[in-house]
């Protein structure tokens, strides 16, 4: 892999077209790009034989589909009936797609097809395919929400960023698996049951958006849309060995979907793209992000182009060990590696982090309990949920137990103003770097049930951390452990800096290799 961004492929050879062959040859071969669009380049995958399926179209990257289809090299259908294909072939063993819309995304695609032939492309996701986790609402498509109230339960309009993808050109083949209302560090739904890890069934994928990850991982799926409350887009991303950013906070729009942008806690909660390259991940954050008029957390904040960050002089802060749940050796390992790739490229590391990383989990516990469970239980009833599942009906256990008494008005005032305070303290820290360096998990693998063991907890602390500053925060693959499974690095920046976040990220992808085929 080359670790230079001056590494490029052109897409246009000679005076004219490549074969899809060609092409897709030539794009496997190298990460990076020098696309005829401005919002395109490519990503490096792996071209190994896939049986049973054009492994081009399967493995290849959004921006390369894009790119395909754009150009007729191939025709959406000829993708989504490759991708349905794999989709029988691998869903029934992870359980990561619950709905599943073969016809109306084969009628989606040769509409795609109709208009390239008349000159036409709606937007830079043109006939690319794509699932959505089953938290946002999809028109005339079933979406639980994991929660049983939801069981039958078909929105008349799409979520914010669903509608914006559609609009974009992407075609929506199903909705992939989450936990009730979003919460749980695994993916186990009263609704649809247990998703299982690409790589290995007896390890959970993570959650809450491990249908996504599953999925993609298992190259049936381009790219999805997470959300992630304290690291449901990016826990996935490491146990699976995919790419996945939590953009800043009142970057995209979380209108429709089932945690919403009310509350007190609202800035906790993030949607974002998961994909197998960060060029993916690049593409499709522009498509869904700004303001949409309806979540009023929402700013029309610029979004800045990781291809033009200069990458050479960032400063950098790593830690392999946030002083509350040390990392795996393997972890640990991955993180050195990758700061030392990204020291090569002239990128000055310190081994530092924030101090008041200290205070997290005390600060995540007392927001946890603030409204004795109030939050949840009116999720359930909007949901018309009467019994919540296991997950949920847990976390409202352990607020119980954690609220011997009511929290008073004095106390819930003082509990806001310390949240503000430490993220002041942890602003004071990244004002003297342009991103941070850090595990995504203390835990390289996750066992199903793990999550529920109270000492497992703060193993998570690593992501969620960082939706209680709001900041920025993505996750790649940088390595593989003993036991042959994806290990992830994550990268947080400033806020509003998905850029360099995003720029930081694709070096590593490239020096460490990215995206591997999981071997369902």
């Known amino acids: ?31 990076g790009a020098a696309a005829s669009m401005p919002w395109l380049a490519v990503a490096a995958v792996d071209s190994r034989p896939l049986a049973g399926n054009p492994p081009e179209l399967c493995r290849a990257t959004v921006v390369q589909l894009a790119e395909l289809i754009r150009r007729r090299e191939v025709s959406s259908l000829e993708v989504v009936n490759a991708l349905l294909t794999r989709i029988e072939q ?30 036409g492309v709606a937007g830079p996701l043109h006939g690319v395919p794509m699932t959505i986790k089953d938290s946002l609402d999809t028109a005339g498509m079933i979406t639980t929400g994991g929660t049983m109230g939801r069981k039958a339960f078909v929105p008349d309009n799409d979520a914010t960023v669903v509608a914006r993808l559609r609009s974009a050109g992407a075609i929506l083949l199903g909705k992939t698996n989450t936990p009730e209302l979003t919460w749980s560090f695994e993916t186990r739904s009263p609704v649809y ?11 959970s994928p993570g959650g809450s958006s491990g249908g996504a990850a599953a999925i993609i991982a298992a190259c049936a799926s381009p790219f999805d849309i997470g959300s992630d409350t304290g690291g449901s887009i990016r826990e996935p991303a490491h146990f699976c060995g995919i790419a996945g950013i939590k953009p800043t906070s009142g970057r995209v729009p979380r209108t429709g979907h089932i945690v919403g942008a009310e509350g007190f806690t609202q800035s906790l909660t993030q949607l974002g793209p998961m994909a ?22 929402v700013v029309p904040a610029p979004l800045g182009n990781h291809e033009d960050v200069a990458l050479r002089g960032l400063r950098v802060a790593m830690h392999v060990d946030n002083g509350l749940h040390p990392p795996s050796r393997e972890i ?39 409204d004795g469970g109030s939050w949840l239980r009116s999720l359930l009833e909007r949901a018309g949920t009467k019994e919540p599942g296991p997950d949920v009906a847990l976390s409202l256990k352990m607020i119980a137990d954690l609220n011997k ?11 806001l103003e310390r949240w503000d305070a430490w993220r002041g303290r942890m602003l004071q820290f990244l004002a003297r770097y342009d991103a941070i360096l850090c595990p995504p998990c203390a835990l390289d693998a996750l066992p199903h049930g793990a999550s529920d063991l109270p000492e497992t907890y703060p193993a998570f602390s690593y992501t969620f951390a960082y939706n209680m500053t709001g900041w920025p925060a993505a996750v790649v693959r940088a390595g593989t452990s003993s036991q042959g499974l994806p290990l992830g690095v994550q990268v947080i920046g400033r806020p509003w800096r998905e850029d360099v976040v995003l720029a930081l990220v694709r070096a590593i992808e490239r020096s460490h290799g990215g995206f591997q085929p999981a071997p369902v």
């Not at 929290?407 to 003082?414: C, G, R, S, V, Y």
């Open 405 to 415: 008494r009511e929290m008073t008005a004095p106390e819930f005032a003082a509990l």
């Open 276 to 297: 197998r390259s960060v060029d993916d991940l690049a593409l499709v954050l522009r498509v869904i992000a700004g303001p949409d008029w309806k979540d009023a957390a």
């Open 193 to 203: 049951g247990r998703t299982v890890n690409p790589w290995n069934p007896a390890m």
């Open 332 to 370: 640990a390992k991955v993180v050195q590696a990758s700061a030392e790739s990204l020291q090569r490229l002239g990128i000055e590391i310190e081994e530092a982090r924030p101090d008041a990383l200290k205070d997290v989990m005390a600060l995540d516990e007392d927001l946890f309990r603030a």
């Open 90 to 119: 691998v869903n029934p063993r992870l359980n990561a797609i619950v709905h599943l819309d073969a016809d109306g995304a084969r009628a989606s695609a040769r509409a795609a097809d109709q208009a390239i032939a008349r000159g």
């Open 1 to 31: 892999m080359p670790t230079s961004e001056s590494s490029v492929i052109s897409l246009e050879a000679g005076n004219g077209k490549q074969s899809r062959r060609e092409f897709l040859t030539a794009s496997m071969s190298a990460a």
